[in-house]
């Protein structure tokens, strides 16, 4: 379900509109453009290019919207601050704790400015304390006017959406808000 | 995407792994290098052979006996053993050609030469004034023989350093009389040593004409004729008004050979041609198993950083970015490869020519030959798993541990 809301899949039968145009039949080059600008991913194991530093993560989806260098950097560094990591950005990703790198992880989700912000168990790997610190700038962010979409098997955390649909081998159980 | 941008990455990437990408990179630079290398030992083998012949004289063709002896009958010679050619067909030559700078007869036979003690066995040659400017012979000391020496057949001799030093040690031997078979002479001049191996001057000696028909010989015939055309560019016009004039004169094309220095030369340049292809083509292969070499490594790099492709992908890389960035890895490590291999290949040739004592030539076509080889071999071998990476599945490649 998450890969197929993220574009990474294609729907076996049904049809997928994102901000009312039909994405599910579009080609692979169509798809990676709309993941690079209507979409964010955050993702439980963060995800993070390990020989870039954290800036250069940030920078990755404005890279391949083929932004120039300089304007590149002014809005990493501006997502960095969103998340509090401003004065972490020149480190790699193995000297960042978890936290931090799910934080990276959050900021380059919203360097773009996609329409939507996925979120596939961005806790799952983190302890309870800085999980509840994510959720906050998830918060945050979604205060800020952000469509925030999040995958997760803790009730805690779902209990932190506006609108909770409960899965089953792949159908809706139930509906909350 | 700035192509600069993309270098940064792959330079990044290749970083990453320094000594992985040394060795690939290193199957790349031993084929470079031992493309330079061996082209050059082929060009410098072929720029000595060609200098060699060129030493005999510029625009040289010669003309000598053909199989049958004239007149008397007896049946077929040896080539060359058909006393055909004498002082007129030189005048012949002389009267009929218009191509011509100069023509000079020779005459020649091997004796014994003795002064005091010594002694040597070495070939003499009877000549005229134009046989050393048309040989391009210069004289070490003494001088030439004069008008009056060739007409009056002169006991005179002009000696090449090899006999100088065999019957004079380090005496001056301007003015000294050696023996030559029984007639004496009188030593006038020294050559200048000229040309190396089969067209060398050291170990033979020159009289006048006249003196070797008449008092050493005793023969009118001569061994050739040499000629030298006027200019490069009327060899062969020189080499047809020759045919037709020794026709005109012997009246049978049997009885005579024209031989053209150029051909001889485009002969040689040929072979060794041939020969630097082989070298050049034996070292390509090298350099083929470098390329596969970088393939090698593309394919295990693609598949070692499987879960950075997904990445990428999902933050919007399209198969065209991914595409670039493994193409321009390879393409970097051959590169770099080329690199390093003309570098290694300039050393290298310098060093054969060093130790090994073989004149090398580095042409800039050879360098660019195997660079531009270099760069193609990254190209072809890179873009299979460039492809492999482009076509990945972005799901398979980020669930990819």
Redesign the interface.
């Given at each position: 379900m998450h890969?197929i809301l993220?574009c990474?899949?294609r729907p076996t039968s049904g049809e997928y509109y994102l901000n009312g145009k039909l994405v599910s039949n579009l080609t692979?080059?169509e798809l990676?453009?709309v993941?690079?600008?209507e979409l964010g991913?955050v993702?439980q194991n963060f995800?993070?290019?390990s020989?870039?530093t954290a800036l250069e993560n940030v920078e990755?989806?404005l890279?391949?919207?083929?932004m120039s260098?300089s304007q590149r950097r002014k809005r990493a560094v501006e997502a960095l601050r969103q998340v509090g990591l401003e004065e972490r950005m020149h480190h790699l990703p193995n000297e960042l704790s978890g936290g931090q790198r799910q934080r990276v992880a959050i900021a380059?989700a919203l360097v773009?400015e996609p329409s939507m912000i996925l979120a596939d168990e961005p806790t799952g790997n983190l302890d309870s304390k800085t999980g509840i610190e994510i959720m906050s700038i998830f918060q945050e962010l979604h205060a800020k006017g952000h469509t925030i979409l999040m995958v997760t098997h803790d009730n805690t955390i779902a209990g932190y959406a506006q609108r909770v649909l409960e899965f089953f081998d792949g159908q809706i159980k139930s509906e909350a808000s | 995407?700035k192509i600069w941008?993309i270098f940064r990455v792959a330079l990044?990437?290749l970083s990453?792994n320094k000594l992985r990408s040394f060795l690939t990179t290193l199957g790349i630079i031993i084929g470079v290098a031992a493309v330079i290398i061996m082209v050059s030992i082929g060009q410098g083998a072929n720029q000595e052979v060609v200098s060699r012949i060129s030493a005999m004289g510029a625009n040289l063709i010669t003309i000598s006996p053909g199989r049958v002896a004239a007149r008397r009958g007896g049946g077929w010679g040896a080539r060359g053993s058909a006393n055909v050619l004498t002082d007129k067909e030189v005048e012949y030559i002389k009267q009929g050609n218009t191509t011509l700078k100069a023509v000079a007869p020779e005459v020649s036979q091997s004796s014994v030469l003795r002064y005091e003690g010594a002694n040597t066995f070495t070939r003499v040659y009877g000549v005229t004034r134009d046989y050393f400017t048309v040989r391009d012979y210069t004289l070490k000391a003494g001088r030439f023989f004069t008008d009056h020496e060739e007409e009056a057949a002169s006991s005179v001799v002009i000696i090449g350093e090899t006999v100088a030093e065999d019957l004079f040690d380090r005496e001056n031997p301007l003015g000294k009389e050696i023996k030559i078979g029984s007639v004496r002479a009188q030593v006038i001049g020294v050559l200048q040593p000229k040309g190396t191996g089969f067209a060398d001057n050291t170990d033979s000696v020159y009289v006048p004409i006249k003196t070797a028909q008449k008092r050493l010989f005793g023969t009118e015939y001569l061994n050739s004729i040499h000629v030298q055309a006027m200019s490069q560019d009327v060899i062969d016009k020189a080499v047809a008004e020759l045919n037709m004039l020794m026709l005109q004169r012997l009246g049978d094309p049997e009885k005579f050979e024209i031989r053209n220095q150029q051909e001889i030369l485009d002969t040689v340049s040929q072979t060794t041609a041939t020969f630097t292809f082989l070298l050049g083509g034996v070292a390509s292969i090298a350099l083929l198993v470098g390329g596969i070499g970088i393939m090698n490594i593309m394919l295990v790099s693609v598949t070692e950083r499987t879960?950075?492709i997904?990445?990428?992908?999902?933050?919007?890389?399209?198969?065209?970015?991914i595409l670039n960035q493994f193409l321009i890895e390879a393409l970097l490590l051959s590169f770099l490869g080329g690199f390093v291999g003309v570098a290694l290949g300039f050393v290298g040739s310098n060093l054969v020519s060093k130790l090994a004592g073989w004149s090398t030539v580095i042409s800039p076509g050879a360098i660019l030959l195997a660079f531009s080889f270099a760069a193609a071999v990254g190209i072809f071998f890179g873009i299979y798993p460039a492809r492999k990476a482009a076509g990945l599945d972005?799901?398979d490649a980020?669930r990819y541990e």
């Open positions: 890969d993220g990474l899949d692979d080059g990676a453009k993941r690079n600008r991913f993702f995800n993070l290019l020989r870039s990755l989806p890279f391949y919207r083929g260098s380059r773009g | 995407m941008e990044q990437a990453a879960k950075e997904g990445i990428r992908k999902a933050l919007g890389a399209t198969q065209q970015d972005p799901i980020l």
